[in-house]
């Protein structure tokens, strides 16, 4: 097991019951706060740890990190260091955190200078993402999708068992969590026997994703096995690939989604470790018919983590609409690197790779509206009397995530926007 892990860690910072932050988690991510500069920190309960200030104070002295690493707007610098060092530093900050080490502990003054309240600090887009990647692993949302569009009896397309399809999103408009967005405009096509009308999308969604952050990977022409695939994954965030369906379903074809797509997608803002999330691998749904040698894999590489979505209309309460789990998805995060790079594509850090859609097997646990309402025919009951087919003007949408066990509970926190109306 490996070390941090051990459920019977405490902190001598103090962590709320049920937080998503205990000790055993350490997530990383970038804030600021009324007088300090953009930094990295580290969440604990409901605090941020400085990992600037602690670099001056010397607690990280003996890591493979200069100053540089900690002092920057993006975690890209960190990152660079790879996945060893960076484990290092969550074991050096588990240690530093843990009950029984009073090295930082019993310093008030730098206690008082390291920690800072998360309700007081602004936390900003962790990463800089250099290319963004979107994968439609979920066997569930594929067949839903296919049965909705084109033939139940054979919704999934014959390339789906065998390939991890995905496709080369946009990441200029990846977002962190807390920024609105605005209705996209664009090209539909309302009725069969009219042509297109340009306006405001009417059928605006959320999709229910995690993502994963990547290392740097190989040089260009070599490729990542699913073997070594997790050496090189810095760890996952949640995801909301907002999406337009009714400009989607005009552009779509042959190219695939454009427009539909990239006016949107918002990430949560603190990054969860791989190594945190070990204590909840599990195996991954068989699949069948067997895949391709460089596809098979050994091991727990699917992850128990429980998935949430809510909608809050404008001046209302939260309705619950989707509880959903990462562990359903057909293609695990390995195949989808080893795919990624087999034919020589080289990731790079800070590339974002997207699950797709993460849908359940039972009606309440499909992850994107147009599935949860299938396709307008069932509207989605709201807490306030209203309901919902697709998001309307001032929702907000709130996906939260995490694992839990009898010991301990390691959580995303939440990825929020609101939806504002078109420009
Ligand atoms: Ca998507």
């Known amino acids: 097991m490996i070390k941090a892990n051990d459920p019977n860690l405490e902190s001598w910072v103090n962590v709320p019951v049920n937080s998503d932050f205990p000790i055993q988690n350490l997530p990383l991510g970038i804030f600021k706060t009324d007088h300090l500069e953009a930094r990295v920190g580290v969440r604990i309960g409901d605090d941020i740890l400085d990992l600037k200030t602690l670099h001056v104070l010397g607690y990280l002295d003996n890591l493979p990190f200069s100053i540089e690493a900690f002092d920057t707007k993006t975690l890209n610098v960190l990152m660079k260091k ?20 009073t090295e930082l502990q019993n310093n008030a ?24 990647t979107d994968f439609y692993s979920s066997k569930e949302h594929a067949t839903n999708v296919g049965t909705m569009f084109r033939d139940p009896n054979n919704a999934l397309l014959p390339n789906w068992l065998h390939i991890p399809v995905g496709y080369h999103g946009r990441s200029s408009s990846v977002i962190p969590s807390g920024q609105d967005i605005h209705r996209p405009k664009g090209q539909t096509k309302p009725s069969e026997d009219q042509g297109p009308v340009f306006g405001a999308s009417k059928m605006i969604d959320f999709e229910l994703e995690m993502a994963f952050v990547t290392f740097d990977g190989k ?9 070594e695939a997790e050496d090189y994954i810095f760890g996952m965030v949640l995801f909301n690939d907002w999406s337009a369906r009714d400009i989607q379903k005009w552009e779509y074809v042959p190219l695939g989604p454009f427009l539909a797509k990239n006016f949107a997608s918002s990430i949560s803002s603190w990054i969860v470790s791989l190594d945190a999330l070990q204590p909840f691998a599990v195996d991954t749904p068989n699949q069948n018919p067997e895949v391709l040698d460089y596809l098979k894999f050994e091991g727990k590489k699917s992850y128990d983590i429980n998935l949430q979505v809510a909608i809050t209309p404008s001046q209302s309460e939260e309705t619950i609409v989707c509880n959903s789990n990462f562990k359903y998805m057909y293609w695990n995060m390995a195949q989808q690197l080893a795919h990624h790079t087999v034919n020589g594509c080289n990731v790079r850090g800070g590339d974002l790779l997207g699950s797709g859609t993460i849908s359940g097997p039972t009606p309440d646990s499909y992850g994107s509206m147009l599935e949860l309402a299938w396709k307008g025919t069932k509207p989605v009951p709201m807490a306030d009397g209203s309901e919902r087919k697709f998001i309307q003007d001032g929702d907000t949408v709130t996906m939260r ?10 959580g995303f926190g939440e990825v929020a926007s609101k939806l504002l109306p078109s420009k």
Do not use: W
């Open 82 to 101: 790879g996945k060893r060092a960076s484990r290092r530093l969550r074991d050096r900050i588990s240690d530093l955190l843990n009950k029984d080490n």
């Open 109 to 132: 003054h730098h206690v008082e200078q390291v920690l800072s309240s998360a309700s007081a600090a602004q936390v900003l887009m962790p990463i800089e993402i250099g290319d963004y």
């Open 219 to 227: 040089p260009l022409g070599d490729s990542i096995t699913t073997e």
């Open 401 to 410: 995530g995490f694992c839990k066990n009898d010991k301990i509970r390691i």
